[in-house]
């Protein structure tokens, strides 16, 4: 189907007053960029507040990983029918309706006293804050001409990267200038206040019709693809979800370092990996001009960032001494951040008319290692009171993804 770079046309009748909230730019600016920094924010506050969280209601590590893993669960799962509710509402009533939904369970979570009040309260704010990226990319397809998307795309990726990094130093901050309560009641008042602009932007703008896009016919879904590509990416987010969920916990108890320094390590450790991306994907696009192939140019860079994020971080895993175990982990992020552009150019380039549902399972799969994987982890280490087994299960998913990897076959030209 032709796509064409014409500006999106405007139905007649349009409200004056709202006009501007035409302007793509202006709705980049006042409402996919705040949105999408301030969610990123969120999902690192539970995080790093673990430890706190932890001692305040002498929960185990079990305990904590569960109200940690909650809001994974049904991040994950509510990925699935976004798509479809997008559909039905339109990416700006949706995006306007999941930031409530998220604010008020940040709000509610404030004031939750137990670990099953906080379970629900997490598992509240996934279902609410699952239809955020698809309503992003939706409202980018529809406002954004063909020749701005991979632009404006990258800058929300920069934006979504940027919030992991602020999130950690800024939620420490917060909770120990005043308390870990008070900062998830600022996050969603500020939620609350960028529901206002959400709201104006869904009554004012003119919503881009998506029924009158003709169906283009695809081929069935490649099951062989979603093994090699979808398994290779749960394994990856596996081994990186020791960063996303464990890190904190991690330092803290093992270390006994303070939470400031815990805050700016965990900081430090989504940095190296957004960096690592970048630095990934500008050698992957000059391996494909040197002449490789897709293949060559995709695949053993993924291979390498999933062998050496999982090596480093087993390694790291086994030291004992926090001089050393740092430089380690943080070796290890870079390694995975090479892993996670690789498997994203293969969904991209070796899906065919199949990459939108490859894309959709993929996430799923990932978002669900992120839930699984550091749960499994933690209650590894509760029951035996060590990390051997949760190391142990780290290679084992390393050598898995490698082999997946190893596996995705490039596509047949014809």
Request: with cysteine.
């Amino acid at each position: 189907m032709h796509i064409s770079d014409a500006p999106l046309p405007v139905r007649h009748g349009m409200v004056q007053a709202g006009r501007h909230w035409n302007n793509p730019w202006l709705v980049l600016g006042l409402v996919l960029l705040p949105a999408t920094f301030l969610m990123a924010i969120d999902k690192q506050t539970m995080v790093v507040m673990a430890p706190r969280i932890q001692s305040s209601l002498g929960c185990s590590l079990g305990q904590i990983s569960n109200i940690i893993s909650a809001y994974s669960f049904t991040y994950a799962l509510c990925q699935l029918p976004a798509g479809w509710v997008c559909g039905r509402l339109g990416a700006a009533r949706t995006y306007a309706l999941a930031c409530l939904f998220w604010s008020f369970a940040l709000l509610a979570t404030a004031f939750a006293s137990t670990i099953w009040e906080l379970v629900l309260c997490r598992a509240l704010l996934g279902m609410g804050q699952a239809p955020d990226w698809t309503a992003a990319l939706m409202t980018v397809q529809q406002r954004f001409r063909t020749t701005h998307r991979s632009s404006v795309i990258a800058i929300l990726l920069a934006a979504l990267s940027l919030g992991a990094v602020v999130g950690a130093p800024l939620s420490v901050f917060l909770m120990t200038s005043l308390s870990w309560q008070l900062c998830f009641a600022i996050y969603g008042i500020t939620g609350v206040l960028l529901f206002g602009i959400l709201l104006a932007y869904a009554l004012k703008a003119e919503d881009p019709s998506i029924q009158q896009q003709q169906a283009v016919p695809v081929e069935p879904f490649a099951l062989s693809r979603l093994y090699t590509i979808g398994g290779a990416y749960f394994c990856l987010m596996g081994v990186e979800g020791f960063f996303l969920a464990l890190f904190p916990l991690y330092l803290r108890n093992m270390f006994h370092l303070n939470m400031s320094h815990v805050g700016w390590y965990v900081s430090a450790s989504y940095l190296i990996i957004l960096l690592s991306k970048l630095l990934g994907g500008f050698a992957s696009d000059q391996l494909l001009h040197a002449g490789l192939s897709q293949w060559s140019a995709r695949v053993p860079l993924g291979i390498a960032g999933l062998g050496g994020g999982t090596a480093f971080l087993a390694v790291a895993l086994m030291t004992s001494r926090s001089a050393a175990m740092l430089p380690l982990a943080l070796v290890a992020a870079a390694f995975l951040g090479l892993g996670q552009i690789s498997i994203w150019a293969c969904v991209q380039e070796f899906g065919g008319s199949s990459t939108a549902q490859l894309s959709s399972w993929t996430q799923f799969l990932g978002n669900l290692s992120v839930a699984v994987v550091p749960l499994a982890m933690s209650w590894s280490v509760t029951i035996l009171g060590n990390w051997g087994m949760a190391d142990g299960f780290l290679v084992f998913l390393g050598l898995t993804g490698i082999g997946a990897l190893a596996c995705v076959r490039a596509p047949i030209r014809t």
